[in-house]
């Protein structure tokens, strides 16, 4: 009874690390965020709870840069990439999992192989290929470039390998072609996967900042990531609006989250087909 014992105290104080390490620092921006103008934030003993309280800096982040022009530009960014992945990485990863062709196991492999590369590597050859298109100074610049994630290819072809052979075999005997395979078989299979690729895709696309701030030049068409480096001046910068600004670029993410999560721990979790 007493290793048991120990062994939970161990776990849930594990746990506790992990909570402090990942929700920690998002409470303290959300503390800095509300706190008024009097209270000192750099004390030897932070505070959580803000000593006078007010919603103030997050109107100031309104009047110190357009920010929902910087939010719409966002928004349009990643729906962009959100359609892309949902369609296109869906469509790639159930061929590399369902259909029989040569060469598909080479694609495979250069698919995975992509992943090993970071995203420096070929950093430069996707601004020239961008500038090429004309697409430079454009939100489809922006956003063309991670339309087909590697990974999310991989997370659907994962999905869609899943699923029994049977089921495909039944469906050729009965004359269906592979889009109809795809349309009545693979897709019921995989919509939780399907959310898991469109929280990412969303996630990457309205978290990134070194692309846009390469493609972009008009400020008018600056994503939020990128504008709100206004919020920190050359000589001085108040944390309370940096964090403001933290915060708004963070509901959205939560309120996506929110209303996906049900469907996101299904896609982590597929890992068979029931029936």
């Given at each position: 009874?007493?290793?048991?014992?120990?062994?939970?105290?161990?776990?849930?104080?594990?746990?506790?690390?992990?909570?402090?390490?990942?929700?920690?620092?998002?409470?303290?921006?959300?503390?800095?965020?509300?706190?008024?103008?009097?209270?000192?934030?750099?004390?030897e003993?932070?505070?959580?709870?803000?000593?006078?309280?007010?919603?103030?800096?997050?109107?100031?982040?309104?009047q110190?840069?357009?920010?929902?022009?910087?939010?719409?530009?966002?928004?349009?960014?990643?729906?962009?990439?959100?359609?892309?992945?949902?369609v296109?990485?869906?469509?790639?990863?159930?061929?590399?999992?369902?259909?029989?062709?040569?060469?598909?196991?080479?694609?495979?492999?250069?698919?995975?192989?992509?992943?090993?590369?970071?995203?420096?590597v070929?950093?430069?050859?996707?601004?020239?290929?961008?500038?090429?298109?004309?697409?430079?100074?454009?939100?489809?610049?922006?956003?063309?470039?991670?339309?087909?994630?590697?990974?999310?290819?991989?997370?659907?072809?994962?999905?869609?390998?899943?699923?029994?052979?049977?089921?495909?075999?039944?469906?050729?005997?009965?004359?269906?072609?592979?889009?109809?395979?795809?349309?009545?078989?693979?897709?019921p299979?995989?919509?939780?996967?399907?959310?898991?690729?469109?929280?990412?895709?969303?996630?990457?696309?309205?978290?990134?900042?070194?692309?846009?701030?390469?493609?972009?030049?008009?400020?008018?068409r600056?994503?939020?990531?990128?504008?709100?480096?206004?919020?920190?001046?050359?000589?001085?910068?108040?944390?309370?609006?940096?964090?403001?600004?933290?915060?708004?670029?963070?509901?959205?993410?939560?309120?996506?989250?929110?209303?996906?999560?049900?469907?996101?721990?299904?896609?982590?979790?597929?890992?068979?087909?029931k029936?």
């Amino acid at each position: 009874m007493r290793t048991h014992a120990r062994e939970y105290v161990l776990r849930y104080a594990l746990l506790l690390l992990v909570l402090v390490l990942t929700v920690g620092p998002f409470l303290w921006m959300l503390s800095t965020s509300l706190k008024g103008s009097g209270e000192d934030v750099f004390t030897e003993l932070p505070s959580f709870l803000p000593q006078q309280p007010t919603l103030s800096n997050y109107a100031r982040v309104g009047q110190s840069i357009p920010v929902w022009n910087y939010i719409a530009n966002s928004l349009i960014v990643a729906a962009l990439a959100v359609a892309g992945n949902a369609v296109g990485a869906t469509l790639a990863g159930y061929a590399l999992a369902r259909l029989r062709a040569p060469g598909m196991k080479l694609l495979l492999g250069l698919t995975l192989g992509t992943l090993i590369l970071p995203g420096e590597v070929t950093i430069i050859s996707q601004y020239v290929t961008i500038r090429s298109m004309g697409l430079t100074d454009t939100l489809l610049g922006v956003a063309l470039p991670g339309a087909i994630a590697m990974l999310n290819v991989l997370l659907m072809r994962t999905a869609f390998a899943a699923i029994p052979d049977e089921m495909d075999e039944a469906a050729i005997i009965d004359g269906a072609n592979a889009w109809q395979r795809f349309v009545r078989i693979g897709l019921p299979n995989v919509r939780g996967m399907i959310s898991v690729v469109i929280i990412f895709s969303f996630i990457g696309a309205w978290d990134d900042f070194l692309w846009p701030l390469i493609v972009l030049t008009n400020p008018e068409r600056y994503t939020l990531t990128v504008g709100l480096q206004y919020l920190s001046g050359a000589f001085s910068s108040d944390p309370r609006l940096i964090a403001a600004g933290i915060m708004i670029a963070f509901l959205p993410i939560a309120i996506l989250f929110a209303a996906l999560q049900r469907f996101f721990f299904r896609g982590v979790e597929e890992g068979a087909v029931k029936g």
